[in-house]
């Protein structure tokens, strides 16, 4: 099972970025993914989810209305796109698949710094 993320980097206030993340080993359709994020000394925040159900989404309430989470399952890839980056998103952020609200699955990481 991978994960792989990308699209992470330094970013100006105000910017956007657009993370993804390729998965690969696994039934793929049967899970739930989400994106959470983490900095040094904090927990893990889910920020964003989308199930295997219905496809409906779910935000953080620090993230409501700037993170838009979406999946492409042709391409076996789960996107991020993130508007209006303030220094508070600055996080390692990572994807994960989900089954029944439990993780299953994390990807490495990828670094968004916002400076």
């Known amino acids: 099972v991978q994960l792989v993320e990308s699209g992470g980097g330094l970013v100006q206030p105000g910017g956007s970025l657009r993370l993804s993340c390729v998965y690969s080993?696994?039934?793929?359709?049967?899970?739930?993914m989400g994106w959470f994020r983490q900095v040094p000394g904090k927990e893990r925040e889910g920020v964003a989810f989308?199930?295997?159900?219905?496809?409906?989404?779910t935000y953080g309430d620090s993230v409501k209305g700037r993170f838009t989470i979406s999946r492409d399952n042709a391409r076996s890839t789960l996107y991020l796109q993130i508007h209006s980056l303030t220094s508070e998103d600055t996080a390692l952020y990572y994807c994960?698949?989900?089954?029944?609200?439990?993780?299953?699955?994390w990807g490495q990481g990828t670094q968004v710094t916002v400076s």
């Open positions: 994960a698949a989900l089954f029944n609200f439990a993780v299953y699955y």
């Open positions: 080993g696994y039934t793929y359709s049967a899970y739930s």
């Open positions: 989308i199930y295997m159900s219905d496809g409906s989404t």
